[in-house]
């Protein structure tokens, strides 16, 4: 079983930053975070695999970065310089293997809400 806890979500003005915490139970190999804003569909932003490779949506590159604490079992979210449009719903995510499908991805938290306002 893998349950998973995402925090630190929140408001911020165009610019700012967050860190997203993903607490984790159980152990599987691939991690990371998609968003779903209103109206659109679930994507992608970032995927850590155990070797530690990375791999980010081209939206976010250079502005976000995942991490992870393998002693806690805590997956992280920096976000930097934020814009509008990075106003969603973020999901922590793990399965067996790193895919970008949503529908294959088994594990999912409860998401929280980031808002970025002009």
């Known amino acids: 079983q893998v349950q998973l806890v995402e925090s630190g979500g929140g408001s911020v003005q165009a610019g700012g930053s967050l860190r997203l915490s993903c607490a984790a139970s159980?152990?599987?190999?691939?991690m990371g975070w998609f968003r779903q804003a209103p109206g659109k569909e679930r994507e992608v932003v970032a995927l850590i695999d155990i070797d530690g490779t990375t791999v980010y949506a081209d939206s976010v590159k250079g502005r976000f970065t995942i991490s992870k604490d393998n002693a806690k079992n805590t997956l992280y979210l920096q976000m930097n310089s934020l814009r509008p449009e990075d106003t969603a719903m973020y999901y922590c995510?793990?399965?067996?293997?790193?895919?970008?499908?949503?529908?294959?991805?088994?594990?999912w938290g409860q998401g929280t809400q980031v808002t970025v306002s002009s």
């Open positions: 995510a793990a399965n067996r293997y790193c895919t970008v499908v949503v529908a294959a991805v088994r594990y």
């Open positions: 159980g152990y599987i190999r691939c």
